[in-house]
């Protein structure tokens, strides 16, 4: 014992006389600020989420600069959501009122939707809005976002040869071309037990051969043979892709496997051979992309009945399923083709190996889809949903 009756090391942190020394002060400072930088970031957490969570009530608040077309389109699209992830807080026409709209309304974001810019656009205060974190946007840019697929009428022919918004670079091509070939090899030794039960299904059900083959066109303009399982009786003439009344001439077994997607099967064989990605659009037959180049080459002797920038779609590999595919579905006339148009541009823009995947995504859940829709009609004892032409026998 130490003089004082003092075990050894019991008085660190005193001075004689009792009073404690400065560092056990200081380690209750530290103390307080660590409690008060944990309690000021609980409440700014709260303030975040709970801005987060009023933004998705909400939804993000914006106003529409102008209402061409494309503007009401996007109204039409916004008011029609299921999820209010944008609300329209107003809309204004002239320049002279959007300082006071803005201050007004308080939007986190404004479209630009006017049909003429030149002379229109109020530079300084749309600049000063970009400064006080508002974001600004072009129409056609929110367009996409909101549908999924491309405008048509805000594309111009500079800005699709000038730009790089459809020049796929190699390591985008590179990506698509290696995760096709890896699925592709995988579910080939996977399905092969599959296919080998349908071939033998199909020449058990009807005569005629296995695989109906046709001349598609591919990457860059060029044709290569398709391959799919038949699901329909032969006959000596083909019809044009839009003349096609087809659904009295699909075999039994066909229809079951064009409801499951089964038919598409084999053109695992054209992935593997460098003809198609597992994810593109879908190859037209060669007639009908001459048919609709030659229209596009003649616009105004055809009084614009044609599809612009058809072309477009050789700038990639086609697939055997497809943003269009999911979104839209099988075309009957040029219109509804100009709509899928829409959407195949769209991939070509966007494409990468993220959107791939989703769609892919989705494509087993349109199978899903229909597997239930068989069982419940047949539990039902009622026929099933006639089947989507959208694939060729």
């Not at 479209?111 to 530079?123: H, I, S, T």
């Not at 290569?224 to 083909?238: A, D, E, G, Q, Y």
């Not at 697939?319 to 979104?327: E, K, L, Y």
């Amino acid at each position: 014992m130490r003089p004082g009756g003092q075990a050894p090391g019991v008085g660190v942190g005193l001075e004689p006389g009792g009073r404690r020394l400065p560092v056990e002060a200081t380690l209750r400072g530290e103390s307080f600020a660590l409690s008060l930088v944990v309690i000021v970031g609980f409440l700014l957490g709260l303030r975040v989420r709970h801005g987060v969570w009023h933004r998705r009530r909400v939804g993000e608040r914006v106003l529409i600069f102008g209402k061409g077309f494309l503007g009401s389109q996007v109204i039409e699209a916004i008011e029609g959501q299921e999820h209010r992830r944008y609300t329209i807080v107003g809309v204004v026409h002239d320049a002279e009122n959007l300082g006071r709209v803005i201050e007004t309304t308080r939007p986190d974001r404004i479209v630009v939707a006017l049909d003429e810019r030149r002379g229109c656009l109020p530079l300084c205060r749309l600049v000063e809005s970009l400064a006080r974190g508002i974001v600004v946007e072009d129409v056609a840019e929110t367009y996409e976002r909101l549908t999924g697929k491309l405008a048509l009428e805000a594309l111009s022919p500079s800005s699709v040869i000038f730009s790089r918004d459809f020049r796929t670079s190699r390591l985008q091509h590179a990506l698509a071309r290696a995760f096709s070939l890896l699925v592709s090899m995988i579910g080939s030794i996977a399905l092969a037990p599959v296919l080998g039960a349908i071939a033998l299904l199909i020449k058990l059900d009807t005569r005629g051969p296995v695989f109906f083959i046709q001349e598609r066109v591919g990457l860059s303009g060029c044709a290569f043979k398709l391959i799919k399982f038949r699901t329909m009786h032969p006959v000596s003439r083909p019809k044009s892709e839009w003349e096609r009344d087809n659904y009295d001439r699909i075999t039994r077994l066909g229809r079951w496997l064009r409801r499951f997607r089964l038919d598409e099967l084999p053109q695992l064989i054209n992935v593997l051979r460098g003809d198609m990605n597992l994810v593109g659009p879908r190859p037209h037959p060669v007639t009908n992309l001459e048919l609709m180049i030659l229209a596009a080459r003649n616009l105004n002797e055809l009084t614009g009945d044609a599809i612009p920038y058809y072309a477009l779609r050789c700038a990639v590999r086609p697939g055997i399923t497809g943003w269009a595919q999911i979104r839209y579905g099988y075309a009957n006339d040029m219109d509804e083709e100009t709509e899928k148009m829409r959407y195949d541009l769209y991939y070509i823009k966007h494409m990468s190996l993220w959107l791939d995947l989703r769609i892919l995504f989705d494509t087993v859940k349109v199978v899903i889809r229909g597997c239930r829709s068989v069982t419940a009609a047949a539990w039902r004892g009622a026929p099933a949903a006639r089947p989507s032409p959208e694939v060729n026998p």
